[in-house]
């Protein structure tokens, strides 16, 4: 077969793990970006993890057009010169046409080189920026973080309630802030304070206590677990009854299994569907597999990137088209509904529109575990990419 991609993973150890034995003979190659040493590792491990995993599953349902894909693992650790070399090196060394990546700032600087290269790009940072015109070659699996967060707004105007914002300065955290505000105006909805909180805090209490005396009873959290489990565990302590809206990498299993009855009751703006859900197809396979940590959501999305990919892949390959960044681009952008096995909301994506999906349910925990308690979707006509783009600035 004359297609190829290349994944490239120095964790050769890993890969041998997962059983990719016959790494030195596969015929298709894609690349991936991880972070398994940095603050933000507690999603960036799980996340590579299910990527490997995940086209584990596609190499054993037959591959794509029958050929087995490999994947070539750099870790750069959030770094983002780091990431540019590993980049380069994918390209350059390996030829890779689609990189699996990771998170804001490192991925940002990987928009000018994937769009000269034209290289498919799959970060786990969802930016409004990875849009059509700014970053033609980067696809995600779920809602942006400001979709998330206006319908997190929403949510809080459902409820009656006053919001406050507690987030992590710069990346991902702060990202959604403005589009945060701009909808709690649209829509009547009061924030009554604004705090920052690091990535890993050893307590919340200043925060709260302005929190308390706001009269917040909502707190949208835009950080990591470590940040919202710290926050629950005081919030309880300091007598405070304002809960939680956790972004997507705030509100994991990691959250509710930590933070135990303090969890109880607290939201997230959850971007997969839950560990054992049966309404997924691929849930059974995702439950058999023997990693440790299968339940946490940033492995399912890892598992439901991977799975995208080999979508676009196989598409492009059934038409007869070379799998090259160009032709795999076309692909991304002929997906209607594409649910990745029912692991994320249904995927669509068109040349005009790159923002996969404008579904963002609300989750609570309940008993320990994530359970859907409003099922929430944006209208595209008012936040899709053609509504927002004369105004959106990168």
Same mark, same amino acid.
């Given at each position: ?121 799959m970060p786990v940072s969802y930016l409004m920026a990875w849009n059509p015109e700014y970053a033609p070659y980067f696809f995600v699996t779920t809602a942006s973080y400001s979709h998330a967060g206006r319908g997190a707004v929403q949510f809080v105007k459902k409820e009656g309630g006053k919001l406050a914002l507690l987030y992590n300065p710069g990346g991902f955290g702060e990202d959604p802030i403005a589009d945060i505000k701009d909808e709690a105006k649209r829509i009547g909805v009061e924030i009554v304070a604004e705090e920052n909180i690091g990535y890993a805090p050893t307590d919340a209490v200043q925060q709260i206590l302005k929190f308390k005396q706001s009269g917040a009873t909502h707190i949208w ?32 299993? =990691?959250? &509710?299994?930590? @933070? /135990?009855?303090?969890?109880? #009751? ?7 569907? $839950?560990?054992? +859900? ?35 892949? =196989?598409? &492009?390959?059934? @038409? /007869?088209?070379?799998?090259? #960044? ?7 952008? $002929?997906?209607? +509904? ?57």
């Amino acid at each position: 077969m004359k297609k190829r991609l290349i994944v490239v993973v120095t964790l050769l150890g890993m890969a041998l793990l997962l059983g990719f034995g016959a790494v030195a003979q596969a015929e298709i190659v894609v690349g991936g970006i991880s972070n398994r040493t940095a603050p933000t590792s507690d999603g960036g491990i799980p996340h590579m993890d299910g990527v490997l995993y995940g086209w584990k599953w596609v190499n054993d349902q037959g591959g794509i057009c029958g050929e087995k894909v490999k994947v070539v693992e750099i870790e750069c650790g959030y770094d983002q010169p780091r990431t540019v070399a590993a980049f380069k090196k994918l390209v350059g060394s390996y030829k890779v046409q689609l990189i699996h990546g990771f998170g804001t700032p490192d991925s940002l600087a990987c928009v000018p080189f994937s769009t000269r290269q034209k290289i498919i790009f799959m970060p786990v940072s969802y930016l409004m920026a990875w849009n059509p015109e700014y970053a033609p070659y980067f696809f995600v699996t779920t809602a942006s973080y400001s979709h998330a967060g206006r319908g997190a707004v929403q949510f809080v105007k459902k409820e009656g309630g006053k919001l406050a914002l507690l987030y992590n300065p710069g990346g991902f955290g702060e990202d959604p802030i403005a589009d945060i505000k701009d909808e709690a105006k649209r829509i009547g909805v009061e924030i009554v304070a604004e705090e920052n909180i690091g990535y890993a805090p050893t307590d919340a209490v200043q925060q709260i206590l302005k929190f308390k005396q706001s009269g917040a009873t909502h707190i949208w959290m835009g950080n990591t677990d470590s940040a919202m489990i710290v926050l629950a565990k005081d919030l309880k302590k300091q007598g405070c009854d304002a809960k939680i809206i956790g972004n997507i990498y705030a509100a994991t299993e =990691n959250f &509710a299994k930590t @933070a /135990g009855p303090d969890a109880e #009751g607290h939201y997230g703006m959850y971007g997969t569907v $839950s560990f054992g +859900d049966k309404s997924s197809q691929a849930m059974a396979a995702i439950m058999a597999c023997d990693y440790k940590n299968k339940h946490y959501s940033s492995f399912i999305r890892g598992w439901a990137q991977a799975v995208m990919a080999a979508e676009a892949m =196989n598409i &492009a390959c059934k @038409a /007869g088209k070379e799998l090259t #960044g160009p032709n795999l681009k076309e692909a991304f952008e $002929s997906m209607k +509904d594409f649910s990745a096995g029912g692991l994320v909301p249904p995927i669509t994506i068109t040349a005009k529109d790159h923002y996969a999906s404008m579904v963002v349910p609300v989750y609570q925990v309940k008993n320990g575990k994530w359970v859907k308690v409003w099922d929430n979707t944006l209208d595209r006509s008012k936040y899709g990419w053609q509504a927002i783009k004369d105004t959106w600035k990168p």
